[in-house]
């Protein structure tokens, strides 16, 4: 694939993660009541929801910012795995649910891996070891 193509890509696939973390992020910290609702499903105090919309922000920052783009994604799959695990915990459905947050993680590495020529050539992908 040309790296101008790869380049927009992944802007495309980060805009779409980045979009999503601001709203998921701004929602709790307006504090509405779908999310107390499913903070309360989920076992949370209510409470949690500002501090919870300001880690998020935080480590939408960290992503955002190139010099620190990897350690912002690292720190959302962390947020992402609690995610994860707090829908497993409540028997919430597998593919909508519990796996939205591997959704998202694919989108933030995807996007990542296509923007950065220095994580690809970190992590390069091989067709085959065949040809060697």
Do not use: C, N
Request: hydrophobic share 55%; net charge positive; aromatic share 8%.
């Amino acid at each position: 694939m040309k790296t101008k193509a790869m380049l927009w890509i992944g802007r495309v696939l980060s805009g779409l993660l980045i979009l999503f973390m601001l709203f998921d992020s701004v929602i709790k910290l307006v504090k509405i009541q779908p999310v107390t609702d499913a903070l309360t499903q989920l076992g949370y105090s209510d409470r949690l929801a500002r501090p919870i919309g300001v880690i998020e922000l935080v480590i939408l920052a960290l992503y955002v910012i190139p010099r620190t783009a990897v350690l912002g994604a690292v720190l959302l799959m962390g947020v992402l795995g609690g995610a994860i695990a707090s829908h497993l915990r409540v028997g919430d459905p597998l593919a909508s649910h519990v796996l939205f947050g591997v959704y998202l993680g694919l989108l933030a590495w995807g996007g990542l891996y296509l923007r950065d020529p220095a994580l690809r050539a970190v992590f390069p992908v091989r067709l085959s070891t065949a040809a060697r």
